[in-house]
């Protein structure tokens, strides 16, 4: 048997899909259904312009969501900030991701950005990647924990 021949290089459309065809084949062989995704989000406009966001996916096995919500993006434009829009971003999401059913929300933020941000609206520290931005600046990753799980009567 000749030994595989490795290539450094993107994958092709069809390589991609074969991967991830793989991938959900070694999930359901395992008894686990198939996850998709949907991105969930709100836009912050004032008199037509854009000042901000927060969007992220909430993954469903099968028709049920997971119970863990991914934010992608919280944005707010520079002179919009500390306006108290990031904590309205952020709780009208939550809000509405809870109102799904998900349980729990978890981000991305580097230690120069929104850090302490997160840590007031509740957020807590589950990993810290040292030294993961040029300056020497850690990667931090944040959950929160929106509701408790429904309750069987």
Known sequence: MDIPKLIER???AEE????????DRHAQDHGVEIQSSTRIGFVAMDEGRFIGCVSGLAYRNGEVFNGWFYLT????ERDERRKGLGVRLLSTLESRIASLGIQNI???????EAHGFYRKQGYRVFTEFEGWYSDGSSRFG???????PPTAH
């Open 10 to 12: 993107d994958m092709t």
């Open 142 to 148: 944040f959950r929160k924990t929106l509701s408790d």
């Open 73 to 76: 993006d919280l944005f707010v």
């Open 106 to 112: 978890w981000t991305w933020t580097a230690s120069y």
């Open 16 to 23: 991609l899909a074969r991967m991830n065809a793989g991938f």
